[in-house]
């Protein structure tokens, strides 16, 4: 069997989405999620210019010396680009080495750890009513982990909260990424946000009680003292996960969090090779993995990340965004449910149309995820219906102070 055909399609169903489908000579096709917010043009001229020929040819069934041959042969390694290009060929590869098996592939990943995977979703509000109306509608749905974002006062537009979607009961699916020619600008103000989400929690605490799973993204906001001081304030609430307190470029500035707080930690929905997470796994800097197989180079890589992280007690949160396709996120799926050290999964349903383009076969049932039983992936992608959306451009926010500083969004 060898690769016959490699292509990229970008399709943009409520939001962007870039697809690598690979077909092989006997005709059995693989798909891979190289989709990266805001800038997915980029992946997908690094697929179709620099790395499809290369493909052609190959033996589909070399899964890790594909991923070698794309990493180093390429010199220039690591970088969400690269990665993310990387990733979609891993994907595909995986698919169909386990449509030619006809297993799902978490059966070639050593089979199911586990019945499911918990799941958690998206809750936020404008005020504790709006925000407790958001959780009531995720535990309505079966959710039995939920992450809790709100607006803060003073702060005009804030990360995470889709206030006009839950508000009228829409499906949530918050896409941070406005269609447009640049980003739009939202504000930001970290002593306000210290002041206010001790009492967010403290109202969702006293409305949910204690043993609801909560999580909070703090989204690369604070210096490592704020964070410090976020986790020591939320001490109170155990929460399942605080993440990305603090911008982890510099791994040893969660020494200073660390010192100051036992609220566990998640971080690397932002990184992309083990090199990343190398010092915040080995000293024991944080409690959950959020990379993503899309931005990480495929399944390969990470679950080799996830058996050195096994070494630390460290466990999986991987990302599970809406603009990590559904192809992405049965890569997860599929690991997730076969790896010892799994902790949760994100789980932001995509819009109706996206579920058109992509037909899936995982399911969301009492609050648990499963990949399903189709042989490979479970993900088909319907080409017809992926050409009725056409690429829109489309930008993450950014964010700036009050003084005009640009600041982490
Ligand atoms: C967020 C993401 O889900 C999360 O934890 O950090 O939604 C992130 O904002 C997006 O993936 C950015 O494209
Ligand atoms: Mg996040």
Partial sequence: MRIAAADVVVTSPTRNFVTLKLTT??????????????RELAVAAYLREHVAALLIGRDPARIEDTWQYLYRGAYWRRGPVTMAAIAAVDMALWDIKGKVCGVPVYQLLGGASREGLLAYGHASGTSFESLGESINMHLEKGYRAIRVQSSIPGVHAVYGVAAQAQASGERYDYEPAGRGAAPAQEDWDSAAYLRHV?????????????????????????????????????EPHNL?????????????????????????????????????????????????????????????????????AAQYQIRSGFHGPTDVSPVGLAAQLHLGLAIHN???????PHSEQTDVVFRQSMSFTDGMLHPGETPGL????????????????????????KDGTMHDW
């Fill in 378 to 401: 479970g993900v088909t992608l319907d080409e017809e219906a992926a050409a009725r959306y056409p690429y829109q451009p489309a930008y993450l926010p950014i964010s700036r102070l």
């Fill in 25 to 38: 000579d006997d005709g059995v096709t693989g798909l891979g999620d190289a989709t990266l917010n805001g």
């Fill in 198 to 234: 001790p009492k967010v929690f403290d109202y969702v605490r006293r409305e949910f009680g204690p043993e609801l799973p909560l999580l909070h993204d703090a989204h690369h906001r604070l210096r490592p003292i704020e964070a410090a001081k976020l986790g020591k304030s939320l």
């Fill in 342 to 348: 799994f902790g949760i999964q994100e789980y932001m």
């Fill in 240 to 308: 399942f996960w605080l993440e990305d307190c603090t911008p982890a470029e510099s791994q040893q500035a969660l020494r200073l969090v660390r010192q100051h707080t036992v609220t566990p930690l998640a971080i690397g929905e932002v990184f992309n090779t083990v090199w990343d997470f190398q010092q915040l796994i080995s000293e024991q800097l944080i409690d959950y993995v959020r990379a993503a197989s899309t931005h990480f180079g495929g399944i390969t890589p990470l679950r080799k990340l996830m058996d050195f």
